[in-house]
């Protein structure tokens, strides 16, 4: 059974940086591809940015290019996002997710295990 636990998260305000943090507990973290994905309030849950198992790929949703950063460190058996430059639009529960594949992909649907979430609440 893959476990995942998310930290990190927290109230900041507008322009702010967190890092959130997800441990995986798996002895074979590195062939998983991991995911971060947020979902507000009232809204659907969206893709925020993921990792392939080797590190080498990392594509981002539009909205948060340039700001957000996804790595990972397979030897802790943890996924990274660093946020800078939050935005009040930013509030969300993010939640890291893994997949046994080598392949990257957006979709929440593609992913077989996912975290608790972790608040981010970003103050204007």
């Known amino acids: 059974q893959v476990q995942l636990v998310e930290s990190g998260g927290g109230l900041v305000q507008a322009g702010g940086s967190l890092r959130l943090s997800c441990a995986v507990s798996?002895?074979?973290?590195?062939?998983?591809?991991m995911g971060w994905f947020r979902q507000a309030a009232g809204k659907e849950r969206e893709f925020v940015a993921a990792i392939h198992s080797s590190g080498t790929s990392t594509p981002y949703a539009d909205s948060v290019k340039g700001r957000f950063t996804i790595s990972r460190d397979n030897a802790k058996n943890t996924v990274y996002l660093q946020m800078n430059s939050l935005k009040p639009e930013d509030t969300a529960v993010y939640s890291c997710?893994?997949?046994?594949?080598?392949?990257?992909?957006?979709?929440?649907?593609?992913?077989?295990?996912w975290g608790q979430g972790t608040q981010v609440t970003v103050s204007s």
């Open positions: 997710a893994a997949r046994l594949s080598a392949a990257i992909s957006s979709r929440a649907a593609g992913y077989a295990y």
């Open positions: 798996t002895r074979t973290f590195s062939s998983y591809t």
